[in-house]
């Protein structure tokens, strides 16, 4: 396996002057056109320059961008967590994602000089969107990912043939979900997704499986019980890149994460003709962080996967890292077949 850096905050522009750039992480990706095509969450926060405030961005839907003052020194507000200010009636995140289209010919030098975005819009993106995926059907490329609002977290979709002109579907699943990623083709004559639905005060993170005639429309949802890891602890799973079919059936690469929010990437082989069975899976972590840039930043030891690209034998996976960068890890198919076993 070969690790790579590949995208540092410092390699963007803020999409506002009294913005910053924070991190650039989390992407999706496909080859079109000849090239690699990434869409890179970017997260951003209000340039701190109010001895007396708190300044905080979000959306408001009909107004645009607008940045929210709370005072630092109110008992009202938990500014112990550098990612959530709390407060009796409203949380706040203290930065706001969007996204960025990118391109490579390489699959390693990206070009952020075109300053493509993909802003928050609507109710549900009130505090950015997060964590692309992207799916192609045919001549359509299906984007799921997080909208994040007081509302909640929220699923929703954005369709495209040309990634210049979009349609927006909104919300395809119930709240609170993240973690969606839709399967490439029919399977049995129904489209597949992966999602994460958040706990009641009885469940668990798990990864559940959704059916789809439409690709618009979701049910028959069923937990994937057998893809939380045992080789480490756990608290948590969800779906990371899309799903690839190979000569054994669907490979899914996700991610772990430990109480502590420690992360790593781990593998799992589906039934081609059904993803609820599991035929494989990681007997141990395929990608954990060990590398200095996966261990410190913005958050520690956190590797976390939207996309990946198949090449001959060979895969490239893209991850986040600390929520702050994006690096990538090539390995071999095999090098991934000799760590599974069967169920």
Known sequence: ?????LIE?????????????????????????DEYLMIARVA????????????VPHYVHGKGMQIIKLPKNSPDYDYSDSRIIKNHQKNYLTSISHF????????LNFDFSNNEFIMPSGIYEEYGIE????????????????A???????????????????????????SDNKDCVIFPEKINDKYYALHRPSISQFGKLDIWTAESNNLINWGNHKIMLDARVTYTESSRVGSGAVPILTDRGWLEIYHSADIHDHYHLTAMLLDKDDPNKILMKSKQVLIQPTEDYERNGFVKDVVFSCGLIKEEDEII?????????????????DEIWENMEVL
């Open 44 to 55: 951003e926060r209000v340039k701190q320059d109010d001895p007396e405030h708190y300044l």
């Open 100 to 107: 960025r289209i990118v391109r490579s010919k390489d699959g």
């Open 131 to 146: 964590d692309p995926r992207i799916t192609q059907i045919e001549d359509k490329y299906y984007i799921t990912y997080s």
């Open 317 to 333: 996976i893209y991850y986040g890292v600390c929520d702050e960068r994006i690096a990538c890890a090539k390995l071999t198919i």
């Open 9 to 33: 905050p410092k390699n963007l522009e803020p999409s506002r002057k009294d913005f910053e750039v924070i991190g650039v992480f989390n992407p999706g990706i496909v080859k079109f056109n």
């Open 148 to 174: 994040v609002s007081s509302c909640g977290i929220n699923v929703s979709l954005k369709v495209t043939k040309d990634f210049i002109n979009f349609t927006q579907f909104g919300n395809i699943l119930h």
């Open 1 to 5: 396996m070969k690790k790579m850096l």
